[in-house]
């Protein structure tokens, strides 16, 4: 399931013959650093490719108030003690920080981990941390993912070591630099987000990946999407790694994943983990659930593991990959 640090410059692609990766999405919600910390330790140990948790101030599934940790800082915290996976936000907020800012961050999360940042990134959607921070949400939705664009833009001229001039709709820069460079040559952005019309075409111009979820028909029209915006823009669609998103709990039997997906529920506040479909229950079910999205081509999934983090399904991930495979 692995291939070691990311530090040789190698882009994040989807090629056909790519085995597939899995990556644990560690919620920060209802959790302490302790519990976080163990559970990205754990992944490692069982083989998991990346690690990635989120970029949120207020906890985004049951009570707002409930204790949340900040996404940069534990992946900051988690790169000198791991030493192979991946690490990233899925996604970070643009809507939190200027882009140049951004760009430190990431560069720095790729020297403290040795190479293996991923930089995930998305519109924003949740009003309510906003408005709690004093957050500047925008005028809407559209003028969000103007602004996803053009930060996007600015990313990847910093990454790659061109001192900026900018004079945009939403930012201004005067010849920055992001120094140092990042350890790898071409660090990866990946963009989170299901939009048709910009969010998408975002991807297709300036990613290295691309995060959606949904069913298999719903994923499958929004892979079409993309493919016009590829044609549109002349890229190649296969450069771009396709990454897909489930909440996942393993056990012998799918009752008693149920169950113990219920008590993980309970401990969060919430029923259920968005309206995605939740995968519970034998290593063969659930492999059988995600073979239709790696057959659309997608060779990353992303596991959401919400506090307190199951250990069995930590443990046991290396099956469904198995599974998939021999298919």
């Given at each position: 399931?692995?291939?070691?640090?990311?530090?040789?410059?190698?882009?994040?692609?989807?090629?056909?013959?790519?085995?597939?990766?899995?990556?644990?999405?560690?919620?920060?919600?209802?959790?302490?650093?302790?519990?976080?910390?163990?559970?990205?330790?754990?992944?490692?140990?069982?083989?998991?490719?990346?690690?990635?948790?989120?970029?949120?101030?207020?906890?985004?599934?049951?009570?707002?108030?409930?204790?949340?940790?900040?996404?940069?800082?534990?992946?900051?915290?988690?790169?000198?003690?791991?030493?192979?996976?991946?690490?990233?936000?899925?996604?970070?907020?643009?809507?939190?920080?200027?882009?140049?800012?951004?760009?430190?961050?990431?560069?720095?999360?790729?020297?403290?981990?040795?190479?293996?940042?991923?930089?995930?990134?998305?519109?924003?959607?949740?009003?309510?941390?906003?408005?709690?921070?004093?957050?500047?949400?925008?005028?809407?939705?559209?003028?969000?993912?103007?602004?996803?664009?053009?930060?996007?833009?600015?990313?990847?001229?910093?990454?790659?070591?061109?001192?900026?001039?900018?004079?945009?709709?939403?930012?201004?820069?005067?010849?920055?630099?992001?120094?140092?460079?990042?350890l790898q040559p071409h660090l990866p952005i990946?963009?989170?987000?299901?939009?048709?019309?910009?969010?998408?075409?975002?991807?297709?111009?300036?990613?290295?990946?691309?995060?959606?979820?949904?069913?298999?028909?719903?994923?499958?029209?929004?892979?079409?999407?993309?493919?016009?915006?590829?044609?549109?823009?002349?890229?190649?669609?296969?450069?771009?790694?396709?990454?897909?998103?489930?909440?996942?709990?393993?056990?012998?039997?799918?009752?008693?994943?149920?169950?113990?997906?219920?008590?993980?529920?309970?401990?969060?506040?919430?029923?259920?983990?968005?309206?995605?479909?939740?995968?519970?229950?034998?290593?063969?079910?659930?492999?059988?659930?995600?073979?239709?999205?790696?057959?659309?081509?997608?060779?990353?999934?992303?596991?959401?593991?919400?506090?307190?983090?199951?250990?069995?399904?930590?443990?046991?991930?290396?099956?469904?990959?198995?599974?998939?495979?021999?298919?």
């Open positions: 399931m692995n291939d070691g640090p990311r530090n040789d410059g190698a882009r994040m692609t989807a090629a056909v013959h790519r085995p597939i990766r899995f990556g644990a999405q560690i919620w920060s919600q209802a959790t302490d650093w302790p519990g976080f910390r163990d559970a990205a330790l754990t992944a490692e140990a069982a083989g998991w490719d990346s690690v990635w948790t989120w970029d949120h101030l207020l906890a985004i599934f049951g009570p707002s108030e409930q204790p949340i940790i900040e996404g940069w800082t534990a992946l900051s915290a988690l790169g000198p003690i791991t030493r192979r996976v991946r690490l990233g936000l899925m996604v970070g907020a643009n809507t939190f920080r200027n882009p140049g800012l951004t760009a430190k961050l990431a560069t720095t999360l790729d020297h403290v981990s040795g190479g293996r940042a991923v930089l995930g990134i998305g519109g924003a959607w949740f009003e309510r941390e906003h408005d709690a921070f004093g957050l500047d949400f925008g005028a809407g939705i559209g003028e969000r993912l103007d602004r996803l664009d053009e930060s996007v833009m600015l990313l990847r001229r910093l990454l790659d070591g061109e001192r900026v001039d900018h004079a945009g709709r939403f930012y201004i820069f005067r010849d920055a630099v992001c120094e140092p460079r990042p990946l963009i989170g987000g299901n939009g048709p019309r910009k969010t998408l075409r975002t991807v297709a111009l300036r990613g290295d990946a691309w995060n959606t979820n949904g069913t298999a028909d719903e994923v499958r029209e929004r892979l079409a999407i993309l493919d016009a915006h590829c044609a549109a823009v002349g890229r190649d669609r296969s450069e771009i790694e396709l990454t897909v998103s489930f909440p996942v709990l393993l056990r012998d039997r799918r009752a008693d994943a149920e169950r113990a997906w219920a008590d993980v529920m309970a401990h969060n506040g919430t029923s259920n983990a968005g309206s995605v479909p939740h995968l519970l229950g034998p290593p063969v079910e659930v492999a059988d659930a995600i073979r239709p999205f790696v057959d659309l081509g997608f060779r990353t999934i992303i596991v959401r593991l919400p506090a307190p983090y199951d250990r069995e399904t930590i443990d046991r991930i290396g099956e469904v990959g198995t599974l998939l495979a021999d298919a």
